[in-house]
């Protein structure tokens, strides 16, 4: 059987949707489709961190997120969804799914001025009425027309208010899905992960080698960071490293002892 | 009551259950590994029922391997090394193993139905317990960042909407939320079988390093690297690895570096050459073979 279904064309700066996506959309809006079985239910609230969202608006040309004097820039994103299975889409460096849904999905980029607050919708609504954070939201409902959240607007400046509204319309939203019968999905769009590859597997492996090398020679962190810049190892990796074996690692202290040694068990070298 | 697994299970594992287009049906989530278009479930044995055990399974990774099992989501991996994630696996499932392994690495299959709740507990030591109401109850305390996902496995129903828990923060009373969920889900569609499609949601893999921690595992393409820089053949430098060696890295760092033909082919002279020099960045002594 064929169902007409909507598509959902955001204005909202997507996390990591190719914009030929978005452009397809708008083509497609009023393209009839045959709307794959709904099989999976997915409710999820995930953070994406500053780096992950750069990387994430990097791939569609965007703004990044950043850490800076301005503040830290990241994501929230909550979906309670029921979909179908999903058609996987890879695109520079991004996976990102397409499914046909039902349910409620709610996006929050956040720009958090106090590190007094955990990264949660929960902390972040409550930082934004307090200044500590401003806060950005979407909230998607497929398919758009149950007749509910009249009073909350689809996007905007989140205050305590505004949160309130939202979480009694998710439950209002939550009992029309629950009880209203042949419900249009809708398709949808989300990223999903970054593309693995063996080269990023490898270029990490390296680091951590040259990090447990310097490691294993004594060598301070600040020292080997410099090292690892001024050839091009990923200094995130090589201080991570340092962590792994030696916990509150210290940038300008020589390592002790254990560490070196446990680091020169990886590379099979003789402790000392 | 389902049974309830004791820590990770060897060699199994959580999975991503997306599969390739049809016809090669492998597991997406492995699709950057050697030899992926081999890297599919194993299919129950023939006449084997579904949903035969009963069972709550858990896997506790790090991010880099989950990331790498499809079950990580966004994460930056270089700055969530000490980022985890925990899988809870409330199913109905039947299993197959052999000792064949699909693409070198998979050896067995957990098809199933059921529930899927995995927290990830952002840049923070997990000390002690490590299970999802002691990541609430730190969460409550403001003490760890988490974020949480609900991944219904093979069965679909509206009316579980009325029970799922809203946008917030994953703290005691998320945590509640959700064993009313998994209470409604057991009763519905667990406890009758009924509207339910199997999955493939775990693996069985050779060699437990494959999901190894990323410092840990780096000793494997270490391993493949000095292989190669010892002009020695993909075949040898498998025979060589001990347990600790994920050969699925090994393998990859030939790919990636110097095999051309199978695998007790030949090496590229430019591949010597290159993992020779990764070895001197790294800082790493080697000889050469006739040395």
Known sequence: MTTPVRRVVSQFVPFGIPEEHRLEERRNTLMKESAPKLTTLRVAQTYISSKALARLTGSVGGAGGTVGSNGEEFALRYEALLESAPEIIKYQNVISEKVFAIGVVLELKVKRFSADFKADIYSVAAAASLSGAQVQFERTIMPAAIPVMKNVPDRGTLTSDIYEGLLDGISDVFSSLATTENLEPVAHYRPAAFVFTREGEFYEAVAVCFAASQLAQYVKLEDALKEARARRFDDAVVRATYEFFWPGVKDDEKPPRDARNSAADLLGWERR | ?291
């Open chain 2, 1 to 291: 009551m389902p049974s309830m697994s004791t820590g990770q299970e060897y060699g199994w594992i959580a999975i991503s259950p997306n599969l390739t287009p049809a016809p090669n049906e492998a597991f997406a989530a492995l699709s950057h590994l050697p030899r992926a278009s081999e890297l599919k479930p194993k299919q129950l044995d023939k006449g084997q029922e579904h949903f035969e055990q009963d069972r709550v399974c858990e896997s506790l990774l790090t991010i880099s391997a989950a990331a790498r099992l499809g079950v990580a989501g966004i994460v930056d991996l270089s700055s969530s090394y000490h980022s985890t994630t925990l899988i809870h696996d409330h199913t109905l499932f039947s299993e197959v193993q052999d000792a064949k392994p699909e693409g070198g690495l998979i050896l067995g299959t957990r098809w199933g139905a059921g529930l899927r709740i995995k927290v990830t507990v952002h840049e923070a030591q997990i000390d002690g317990a490590v299970n999802m109401a002691a990541i609430a109850a730190k969460a409550s305390l403001g003490k760890i960042d988490a974020s949480f996902e609900i991944q219904g496995l093979g069965f679909c129903d509206r009316a579980i909407f009325q029970h799922l828990p809203p946008p917030g923060k994953f703290d005691q009373n998320t945590l509640r939320l959700i064993d009313g969920c998994k209470k409604k889900i057991s009763e519905d569609f667990l406890k009758t079988k009924k509207g339910l499609t199997p999955l493939p949601f775990m693996i069985r893999v050779v060699n437990p390093a494959f999901f190894d921690h990323p410092v840990n595992r780096a000793r494997s393409f270490l391993h493949g690297l000095r292989g190669i820089a010892y002009e020695n053949t993909l075949s040898v430098a498998l025979e060589r690895a001990d347990r600790t060696i994920d050969p699925i890295a090994v393998r990859s760092t030939y790919e990636l570096l110097a095999q051309e033909a199978a695998d007790n082919g030949p090496l590229s002279k430019q591949g010597i050459e290159v993992a020779r020099r990764w070895l001197d960045a790294c800082g790493i002594p080697w000889k050469r073979a006739d040395e």
